[in-house]
């Protein structure tokens, strides 16, 4: 039930501290070697003959899929590909050795995920050579799906029940996920040393207590700022590197709640023409965390607001993030964690603005949780 809150979406956005501390105590424990150091359902050596990753996903689970590929390439170090599943499933790249494929799907039920991984099962099945043979992990929040019965390694992201049609805690579970994929993969691989494994695990056992004061805070403050988006019409979502995803996810919330025209962009990418859309009427957000694209995002923002845009920030406050309108602060941490960080005023800001307007938030028009049709 909502209990206090008006929606399950709000419920679920506040609940999302309970997920981490939930994920990191199932999966993050600190008894662990530095060999090994996430608890996953199944033997370290599973890990060891692989030497690609390609993601099948849709919607929400691909954006988390997108932050997990930047963390096994650039922390594990393993080449990720990620792919629209509906996409893949008639135009799959040639078959590639020692690969492991993992369908993400909250729901488990997502009829474009399911039938693109079985057949990538079948088309690796029907290779003789033992270097294409079909190696598969789902990644669902339903461990009782279509999903689990059809792919034999699964990972809980154990989000409990969601609700509401927009995704939120399940997509901070799937990141999580993803988080564990990676650490392991660096551990296995050595890509990483125990240090940088062992400081990353310990940032993300602060996670909840860090997510419980955020949302607190941008609760209140983007529910002031959704009164200034009543005639919005369009927004724009600026990120870049690791939340490059979170961009294109506050877009996602924001058109399929709010019906407000939304696009997230590589903010290095707007000077090669969306920034002609720009004028006093529309609102850029724009992801800056401290991290090796700082200046540079920022500069992004800069030439956005010179062409008279409204311009939200979501970064650290320091004098540099002086320039925006509004700034929505995260606190200064690593920025392999920020997207975990940065994904809540994203999801606020987009529940404030849609609920502002009235809207059916937990049940938006011509959506439903699950898509069971290809
Ligand atoms: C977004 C949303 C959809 C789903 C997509 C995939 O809030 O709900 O974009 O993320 O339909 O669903 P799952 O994860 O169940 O495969």
Same mark, same amino acid.
């Given at each position: ?18 997920? &981490? ?19 996953? @359902? ?16 849709? *919607? ?36 590639? @050795? ?9 729901? *488990? ?23 294409? &043979? =079909? ?28 609700? *509401? ?21 660096? &551990? ?37 700022? =959704? ?17 490059? @995803? ?7 919330? $924001? ?8 696009? *997230? ?10 920034? &002609? ?51 929505? @602060? ?18 606020? $800001? ?25």
């Amino acid at each position: 039930e909502k209990g206090n809150f008006r929606h399950f979406m709000l419920k679920e956005i506040f609940e999302q501290p309970a997920t &981490a501390d939930l994920w990191i105590s199932r999966y993050l424990p600190d008894d662990l070697p530095v060999e090994a150091p996430v608890a996953l @359902p199944f033997d370290n050596s599973f890990f060891d003959p692989i030497e690609e990753i390609q993601i099948l996903a849709c *919607g929400t689970s691909r954006h988390a899929a997108m932050v997990g590929a930047y963390l096994l390439e650039q922390f594990a170090g393993i080449p990720t590909t990620v792919f629209f599943a509906s996409e893949f499933r008639y135009a799959a790249p040639p078959l590639a @050795p020692n690969t492991l494929t993992i369908g993400v799907t909250q729901s *488990g039920e997502t009829a474009d995920t399911l039938s693109a991984l079985a057949m990538e099962h079948e088309r690796r099945s029907a290779c003789n050579d033992i270097a294409f &043979a =079909s190696r598969q992990l789902g990644v669902t929040n339903m461990v009782e799906s279509s999903l689990a019965r059809q792919v034999s390694n699964i990972l809980d992201i154990g989000a409990g029940l969601e609700v *509401g049609v927009a995704a939120t805690k399940t997509f901070l579970g799937q990141l999580l996920t993803f988080y564990g994929l990676a650490i392991m993969f660096a &551990a296995r691989r050595k890509a990483r040393s125990a240090n940088e494994i062992l400081d990353l695990c310990n940032q993300l056992r602060s996670l909840p207590k860090q997510l419980r004061n955020l949302i607190e805070t941008h609760n209140e403050l983007t529910e002031k700022l =959704s009164h200034q988006f009543s005639e919005t019409k369009d927004v724009i979502f600026l990120g870049r590197g690791i939340n490059y @995803p979170i961009a294109l996810e506050a877009a996602l919330k $924001l058109k399929e709640i709010s019906y407000i025209h939304a696009e *997230g962009y590589p903010a290095g990418e707007m000077k090669h023409g969306p920034i &002609a859309l720009l004028d006093k009427k529309v609102a850029v957000v724009s992801i800056a965390t401290k991290g090796i694209v700082f200046e540079k995002a920022l500069s992004n923002a800069q030439e956005a607001k010179a062409r008279d845009a409204c311009l939200i920030g979501i970064g650290p406050k320091v004098p540099e993030t002086d320039i925006f309108d509004h700034l929505l @602060p995260i606190p200064q941490v690593s920025e392999w964690i920020s997207p975990l960080l940065t994904i809540i005023p994203m999801q606020l $800001l987009s529940y404030h603005i849609a609920a502002h307007r009235g809207l059916d938030v937990d049940q938006p028009r011509n959506l439903a949780k699950s898509v069971t049709v290809e």
